[in-house]
């Protein structure tokens, strides 16, 4: 696949990993458009970015989930074949590539935190305390480590509650429940589906209602560089929960405060996003922290906030540019995530989800279809497809190691 944008000869070339999906995606249009030579990894032969005419080349990554070693030789080896400087891990491979940054090829450039750091925000119990020492409102938690503490739980907390995996991803996981029954049943189930240890059994959150926000940002050695602030308007699931397919960009000062101090509590650098719940009061708690890129990337920069530019930047050991503020009131949709919401509705017998959704409004722009670059999104399906066939109906497959 050639590259059909002017390349820009004083800029390195980039590695952007996670092809497969939207936000590789946006940050491959991101640094294309800025004249950078982009060449795209993932383990899936038809990840949409290898579809993109920005795209210079693909390349075919083992699963990094389960073969985390070969999956770093192979990145570096394709990075040394096409002479990318900059390496931009665009999902959990980020903590592969802190273990094994030695094994990149001489003179690699990324921008990532210290991998205490990482280890400490992507557990959604260890980073609660920091933050919440920093004066960042976070929900009430509690651990739970065998069916002592998960039956002092259960009487304890109020419900509906949440109850959520250390580490996972896009809502695997994580359950809402609405008895002591339901919350032992759940932590049971979630302890033998992926074999946690006593250490690592899931823990039990208090569950807010409110309105819902994510803020992504560029962190550079503790100071934020870049954040965006949106509104969640619609999820795969319902009442808002799970992954996000309708957001809307706004000005919201105490997110972007609050975001603030909770990064250079973890001493952040490079890529983040974070999830955001007011309670009644209006007041935000952060409810997680993920230490990569979101899915919903491409709500900044359809914003103005060129997030993928400023990280590579600083990746690249550039002075990174002034952030451009937010632009309030742009809609952005995932058109492929609505449609798995449609199929997960059907399947549950969620009818009632069907009805009374936002409609996007005029002029609403899209995660993952652009005109001027149509094939991706077809990838894209054809990708989500295939995965659906292997995993047996799944629209939530999962890889081993995911969670844990």
């Known amino acids: 696949m050639r590259c059909l944008l002017k390349i820009n000869q004083s800029l390195p070339a980039a590695f952007v990993t996670f092809g497969w999906c939207r936000s590789a995606y946006t940050v491959l249009r991101s640094l294309a458009n800025?004249?950078?030579?982009?060449?795209?990894?993932?383990?899936?032969?038809?990840?949409?970015?290898?579809?993109?005419?920005?795209?210079?080349?693909?390349?075919?990554?083992?699963?990094?989930?389960?073969?985390?070693?070969?999956?770093?030789?192979?990145?570096?080896?394709?990075?040394?074949?096409?002479?990318?400087?900059?390496?931009?891990?665009?999902?959990?491979?980020?903590?592969?590539?802190?273990?094994?940054?030695?094994?990149?090829?001489?003179?690699?450039?990324?921008?990532?935190?210290?991998?205490?750091?990482?280890?400490?925000?992507?557990?959604?119990?260890?980073?609660?305390?920091?933050?919440?020492?920093?004066?960042?409102?976070?929900?009430?938690?509690?651990?739970?480590?065998?069916?002592?503490?998960?039956?002092?739980?259960?009487?304890?907390?109020?419900?509906?509650?949440?109850?959520?995996?250390?580490?996972?991803?896009?809502?695997?996981?994580?359950?809402?429940?609405?008895?002591?029954?339901?919350?032992?049943?759940?932590?049971?189930?979630?302890?033998?589906?992926?074999?946690?240890?006593?250490?690592?059994?899931?823990?039990?959150?208090?569950?807010?209602?409110?309105?819902?926000?994510?803020?992504?940002?560029?962190?550079?050695?503790?100071?934020?560089?870049?954040?965006?602030?949106?509104?969640?308007?619609?999820?795969?699931?319902?009442?808002?929960?799970?992954?996000?397919?309708?957001?809307?960009?706004?000005?919201?000062?105490?997110?972007?405060?609050y975001a603030t101090t909770a990064l250079k509590a973890l001493s952040w650098h490079g890529m983040f996003n974070t999830d955001w719940v007011c309670d009644e009061a209006g007041i935000p708690h952060l409810i997680d922290v993920n230490g990569r890129l979101s899915g919903a990337v491409a709500v900044p920069y359809e914003a103005g906030v060129d997030l993928p530019w400023l990280w590579y930047q600083v990746s690249a050991g550039f002075p990174p540019d002034e952030a451009e503020a937010t632009q309030a009131g742009v809609y952005v949709r995932w058109l492929l995530g609505d449609g798995i919401a449609l199929v997960e509705h059907l399947l549950a017998g969620e009818f009632r989800q069907l009805r009374g959704a936002p409609p996007p409004v005029a002029g609403c722009r899209y995660d993952d279809f652009i005109w001027s670059d149509p094939a991706p999104f077809f990838g894209q399906v054809a990708d989500y497809l295939v995965k659906f066939v292997v995993s047996g109906g799944s629209t939530k497959p999962i890889t081993r190691n995911m969670v844990r």
């Open 34 to 257: 800025r004249g950078v030579e982009v060449h795209v990894g993932d383990n899936s032969r038809i990840a949409m970015s290898r579809f993109s005419r920005y795209a210079k080349s693909f390349t075919r990554l083992p699963d990094f989930y389960t073969e985390p070693e070969a999956y770093i030789e192979a990145v570096s080896r394709a990075m040394t074949s096409y002479g990318a400087k900059v390496l931009l891990p665009c999902f959990e491979d980020v903590e592969l590539v802190m273990r094994y940054r030695d094994r990149l090829p001489a003179g690699a450039r990324v921008a990532l935190p210290a991998l205490k750091d990482w280890l400490q925000a992507e557990d959604k119990l260890d980073y609660l305390a920091p933050v919440r020492a920093a004066g960042v409102p976070v929900p009430a938690t509690l651990k739970i480590h065998d069916n002592k503490s998960l039956l002092n739980a259960a009487a304890k907390v109020s419900y509906p509650a949440i109850v959520k995996v250390r580490v996972g991803h896009g809502a695997r996981g994580v359950e809402i429940v609405h008895s002591e029954e339901a919350l032992r049943q759940v932590v049971q189930r979630l302890v033998e589906t992926f074999d946690l240890s006593p250490a690592r059994w899931p823990i039990v959150q208090q569950y807010l209602r409110g309105r819902k926000f994510k803020l992504d940002g560029v962190f550079c050695h503790g100071e934020p560089i870049g954040m965006c602030p949106f509104e969640i308007l619609r999820c795969k699931g319902s009442g808002k929960f799970g992954t996000s397919t309708y957001r809307r960009s706004v000005d919201h000062a105490a997110v972007v405060e």
